[in-house]
């Protein structure tokens, strides 16, 4: 995708300047990130990056510095619920269904206020889901069929589907999905992207965190590379897999033959020569939770 068509998008998130930090750990620092209507933009690197903080800050379930923007809107002063109003939503990596519940009753729970003020609020708004929006939020993970069906019932692919549906609920236009196709086979994968680009179609903007580099590389418009809490890299998936600082950040920089360069193949891998040292797995001073 070129850059004007990033830019004729309209935008949905903007971080400017985005930092956490815990004690005197940079767990973020200064994250520029945009998502646009209708576009699936990536968030990779290593292990302890910082992907999941910069969601929790993104979302408001961790303290941050700058600025966070939906549609225009500034929300880094706005709690959890709020951007949630606003029509930001997030999946969790721990994201288990209700297992004696129907598939549609999981999706009613997850929208429930929590805590007095949050429930106030939503009587005062009225921003309860009507049976209807959880309808639309089952046909666009192509799941319908399925309401009144058990988890269990399901196969993993569905499942982690219905999961996603629970963040699309309620006039959501971002979601930030952390790990959403964990576990999953290729077939399941694959079918999982489908489902991802025919939300995206929509026009509901997705940011994706996933370690399954061949659901990254397929569906996404433009991919962010974060290092240490830094962003060191943005672009295409194409571009993203020739640049050098991204297979410095996945290899290790000392073990790497300049001549002997490793890239990232579609299957999700690196390919090494055999001139590369052993690959070391590095570690950035915040776990990523």
């Not at 068509?5 to 945009?34: K, P």
């Not at 399901?154 to 629970?166: D, F, P, S």
């Not at 240490?228 to 295409?236: D, H, L, R, W, Y």
């Not at 290899?251 to 052993?278: C, R």
Request: aromatic share 4%; proline share 4%.
């Amino acid at each position: 995708m070129s850059e004007s068509t990033v830019l004729e998008r309209t935008t949905l998130l903007r971080t400017d300047g985005l930092s956490v930090r815990y004690g005197g750990v940079s767990a973020n620092s200064d994250v520029d990130i945009t998502v646009g209507a209708g576009e699936i933009v990536g968030l990779i690197g290593p292990n302890g990056a910082g992907k999941t903080t910069f969601v929790d800050a993104v979302t408001g379930f961790t303290k941050a510095t700058g600025a966070v923007s939906l549609a225009g809107e500034r929300l880094e002063k706005a709690s959890p619920h709020r951007r949630r109003r606003a029509g930001m939503a997030r999946t969790w990596q721990a994201g288990e269904l209700f297992t004696d519940l129907t598939v549609s009753q999981n999706l009613a729970v997850a929208v429930q206020p929590v805590g007095l003020r949050a429930m106030l609020s939503d009587v005062i708004n009225g921003s309860r889901p009507p049976a209807e929006t959880i309808d639309h939020a089952l046909d666009l993970v192509g799941l319908r069929d399925a309401a009144d069906q058990l988890p269990g019932e399901l196969t993993l692919g569905q499942q982690k589907l219905v999961g996603v549906a629970r963040a699309l609920v309620g006039g959501t236009r971002l979601v930030l999905l952390d790990e959403p196709a964990a576990g999953l086979d290729t077939h399941e994968s694959r079918d999982f992207g489908a489902e991802l680009r025919r939300i995206a179609a929509t026009g509901i903007g997705i940011l994706l965190i996933d370690h399954d580099m061949s659901l990254v590389l397929d569906v996404c418009d433009r991919l962010y590379v974060l290092d240490f809490g830094k962003v060191i890299a943005s672009g295409t998936p194409a571009a993203i897999q020739d640049d050098p600082a991204v297979i410095s950040a996945y290899l290790g920089s000392p073990q790497v033959d300049p001549d002997a360069v490793a890239e990232l193949d579609a299957s999700g891998t690196f390919i090494e020569s055999t001139d590369l040292a052993t690959e070391t797995e590095p570690t950035s001073s915040e776990e990523n939770r």
